[in-house]
């Protein structure tokens, strides 16, 4: 079975400073995607970045970039530039093609001004 | 993408009573799904909705307690029966497509019940 663990169940970072947010997985899986979600307080989840498995190059979506270290099983979000609309849990997730999602426990994330 | 509204978003219920909670998706889906999100804790996937037949359903979960209905690719409902203290929780309604590869999933904004 796939687990999905999240170790940091709360962070804070100062507005305008970087913070990275720990991730790690199981599985025995050769293909598989990962994902970071965002879910502010209004609740709807939205993805923030994705990364497939056979990828060796970390994926970057403007302030938002991972590192991917797949022999550790490891994918860590790093958020540069933090802003207030950055508040928010995250949440880790692992899914293989056909099969379901795998979420972590997440993170809150809270950016002080 | 996808638009996916949920309805409703919030309610408190008594003990014993049934709530329905509907999911709209602003276009045909191929996969929908129906997650928990108890507090303070991960999702978990209650099961998933497939269109016109009956869902299937995680370990854990079971089709008298959630009733699922899909009768078509944008359209779903999940069922909460003979409600207790212990369900509640945030219900989530989650929809993906298959062809594209891209893996992601779109949420809606949750339906928060609260049973006393």
């Known amino acids: 079975a796939q687990t999905v663990t999240q170790s940091q169940p709360e962070m804070s970072v100062q507005e305008a400073e970087t913070v990275t947010l720990s991730c790690t997985y199981d599985?025995?899986?050769?293909?598989?995607?990962l994902f970071w979600y965002k879910q502010p307080p209004s609740r709807q989840m939205i993805l923030v970045i994705r990364?497939?498995?056979?990828?060796?190059q970390n994926a970057t979506e403007n302030r938002f970039s991972v590192n991917f270290q797949k022999a550790a099983k490891s994918f860590s979000l790093k958020i540069s530039d933090s802003q207030l609309g950055d508040t928010a849990m995250y949440f880790c997730?692992?899914?293989?093609?056909?099969?379901?999602?795998?979420f972590g426990t997440g993170t809150s994330l809270t950016v002080i001004p | 993408s996808a638009v996916i509204s949920q309805k409703p978003s919030r309610d408190i219920c008594q003990r014993g009573t049934s709530l329905t909670i509907q999911c709209q998706v602003d276009?045909?889906?191929?996969?929908m799904f129906w997650y928990r999100q108890q507090p303070g804790q991960s999702l978990t996937l209650i099961a998933t909705?497939?269109?016109?037949?009956?869902?299937?359903?995680e370990s854990g979960f079971v089709i008298d307690k959630f009733p699922i209905s899909r009768p078509n690719l944008t359209f779903s409902t999940l069922t909460v029966s003979n409600m207790s203290p212990e369900d509640s929780s945030i219900y989530l309604c989650?929809?993906?497509?298959?062809?594209?590869?891209?893996?992601?999933?779109?949420f809606g904004e949750g339906s928060r019940l609260t049973v006393l």
């Open positions: 989650s929809v993906g497509f298959t062809g594209t590869n891209t893996g992601e999933l779109f």
């Open positions: 909705a497939n269109q016109g037949s009956e869902a299937t359903y």
């Open positions: 990364q497939e498995a056979y990828k060796q």
């Open positions: 599985t025995s899986e050769s293909n598989y995607y």
């Open positions: 997730a692992f899914a293989s093609p056909g099969n379901q999602f795998y």
């Open positions: 276009s045909q889906v191929t996969m």
